[in-house]
């Protein structure tokens, strides 16, 4: 499938209900959407709308931008925040939303963190997100979109890392063309780092 809306729909409909129901996986906490880019329809910020309207769509919320922050979401830290002692990829839950006050509590692994609406640029949901975002984690069950859309990112590297990400299944959506773009697509740049030249030359100190 390669239409934009159809695809999003499927993708929806296998993430929040076809894998759970098959697989007795939890959409929230087990299955993770994953596309190439942030942006535009196929992109993670509007595959996370469509996403929390069918896993989460009531309860208290708090808009901010573009965003309406809910209780339940699953939702990533984006930034680096020694303050509150979180980082950059964490995955957490909204565990309480304060219209009143403009803050939500959001419970990571081991503790509560609240945000105040100045600093809720910090977050983002978290149902998808880009290929990119996802380096270095893990989820029981990856859904990862590969559309003609995406042609200017498709590359073999990417691919397998969305690939990779799923530790118990792997389910590709998207355009056959597309896919095999990536697979062709094994263009690596090279970094001139002038590393091996100062090996050679014996340096004790290379950086």
């Not at 993670?44 to 469509?50: G, I, K, Q, T, Y």
Request: proline share 4%; charged share 20%.
């Amino acid at each position: 499938e390669d239409d934009p809306e159809r695809l999003t729909a499927l993708a929806v409909e296998i993430a929040t209900r076809r894998i759970p129901a098959r697989f007795r996986l939890n959409p929230l906490t087990d299955v993770q959407v994953l596309s190439p880019m942030r942006r535009f329809q196929l992109g993670a910020d509007a595959l996370n709308l469509a996403l929390q309207q069918a896993v989460n769509p009531d309860g208290p919320a708090l808009q901010h931008n573009n965003w309406l922050y809910r209780q339940g979401d699953r939702v990533m830290q984006l930034r680096n925040n020694y303050d509150k002692n979180v980082f950059n990829g964490d995955i957490g839950f909204i565990a309480a939303v304060d219209p009143e006050n403009r803050s939500i509590e959001v419970h990571f692994d081991d503790q509560q963190v609240v945000y105040k609406s100045s600093e809720l640029d910090e977050l983002s949901l978290a149902y998808a997100c880009s290929i990119h975002k996802s380096q270095g984690s893990e989820y029981p069950a990856a859904v990862i979109l590969i559309a003609n859309q995406h042609h200017h990112l498709l590359q073999r590297n990417l691919l397998y890392t969305a690939i990779t990400r799923g530790r118990r299944l792997v389910c590709l959506l998207g355009s056959r063309k597309a896919v095999q773009t990536a697979i062709r697509n094994n263009h690596i740049l090279l970094r001139r780092t002038s590393l091996s030249q100062r090996l050679s030359n014996g340096a004790t100190n290379p950086c």
